[in-house]
C-alpha cells in the first residue's frame, strides 16, 4: 500500500461518516496553526505547511480540485508568511508581530482579488468539470482562503473576517464532499476565529500611536 493510499484510507467510522486519515490529521494541524496565529506564533508557518501537505491528499480523493490547488497555495504562500513574519519581527521594537487593520486601499485591493479570483476560478472549473464537481462554492473556498493567509501574512486584523467568509461556505461544502471531519473542522474553526479576531483587535489598538497630548505651555502657544 502506498503513502497516498494509506493517509486516504479510513481512520474511523462515526454516523456512517467514513473518516479518512488524510482529513484528520490535515485539519487538525490546520486547527493548531490557526490558535498559533491567534498567538503570533512564528510556528503557525510551517504547522500550515504541513497541513497544506496532508490535505493535498485528502482533497484530491474528493475530486475537488479546488481544494488541491488552495492546499498547493497554501504550501506556497505559508514559505511567504514564514519570511514576512520574520521581518516584521526584526522591525518591530518588541520582536513581536506587529497588528493593525487594513486601510481602505488595502480592503479594496483584498476584496477586488476575491471578486476577480473566484471569477476566473470558477469559471476554470466550470470549463473543465473534471477539475471539480462544485466548481463555485470551490472556487470561492479557494480564493478566500489565498485572500486570509495573505492578510495574515501582512498583520492585518482582516484576516479573520476572511476566515469567517470561508467557513460559512466550507462547512456545507466540507459535508456534501465526503470529508466530515473537514467539516466539524471548520465549525471548530468559527469559534476560534471569533476569538483570534477579539485577540488581534485589542493588540491593534495598543500597538496604535496615541495623538500627543497638549502640555499647558503649547495650549497657550496654540491659543
Known amino acids: 500500500m502506498s503513502v497516498l493510499d494509506q493517509l486516504n484510507s479510513t481512520a474511523f467510522t462515526a454516523f456512517d461518516q467514513?473518516?479518512?486519515?488524510?482529513?484528520?490529521?490535515?485539519?487538525l494541524a490546520g486547527l493548531a496553526a490557526l490558535?498559533?496565529?491567534?498567538?503570533?506564533?512564528?510556528?503557525?508557518?510551517?504547522?500550515q505547511l504541513l497541513s497544506g501537505v496532508i490535505l493535498v491528499?485528502?482533497?484530491?480523493?474528493a475530486q475537488l480540485g479546488g481544494g488541491v490547488g488552495k492546499q498547493l497555495l497554501v504550501i506556497v504562500v505559508a514559505?511567504?508568511?514564514?519570511?514576512?513574519?520574520?521581518r516584521g519581527r526584526r522591525d518591530s521594537h518588541d520582536g513581536q508581530i506587529a497588528v493593525r487593520f487594513a486601510t481602505w486601499r488595502?480592503?479594496?485591493?483584498?476584496?477586488a482579488g476575491a471578486a476577480v479570483g473566484t471569477l476566473a476560478v470558477g469559471g476554470l472549473f466550470t470549463a473543465?468539470?473534471?477539475l471539480s464537481w462544485n466548481p463555485w462554492p470551490d472556487a470561492y473556498i479557494f480564493v478566500g482562503t489565498l485572500v486570509a493567509m495573505v492578510a495574515q501574512a501582512r498583520g492585518l486584523v482582516e484576516f479573520w473576517f476572511a476566515w469567517l467568509l470561508v467557513d460559512v461556505?466550507?462547512?456545507?461544502?466540507?459535508?456534501s464532499s465526503g470529508l466530515p471531519f473537514s467539516g466539524l473542522v471548520y465549525v471548530v474553526y468559527f469559534g476560534l476565529v471569533l476569538w483570534g479576531m477579539r485577540a488581534w483587535w485589542l493588540r491593534s489598538r495598543e500597538a496604535a500611536p496615541r495623538p500627543a497630548r497638549l502640555t499647558p505651555a503649547t495650549d497657550g502657544v496654540a491659543a
Open 57 to 61: 491528499a485528502a482533497y484530491a480523493s
Open 128 to 130: 473543465f468539470p473534471d
Open 169 to 175: 461556505v466550507g462547512v456545507p461544502l466540507a459535508f
Open 79 to 86: 514559505l511567504w508568511g514564514w519570511r514576512a513574519w520574520q
Open 106 to 111: 488595502e480592503r479594496g485591493a483584498l476584496a
Open 18 to 27: 467514513h473518516v479518512m486519515w488524510s482529513d484528520m490529521a490535515g485539519n
Open 35 to 47: 490558535a498559533l496565529g491567534w498567538r503570533r506564533s512564528m510556528l503557525t508557518w510551517p504547522v
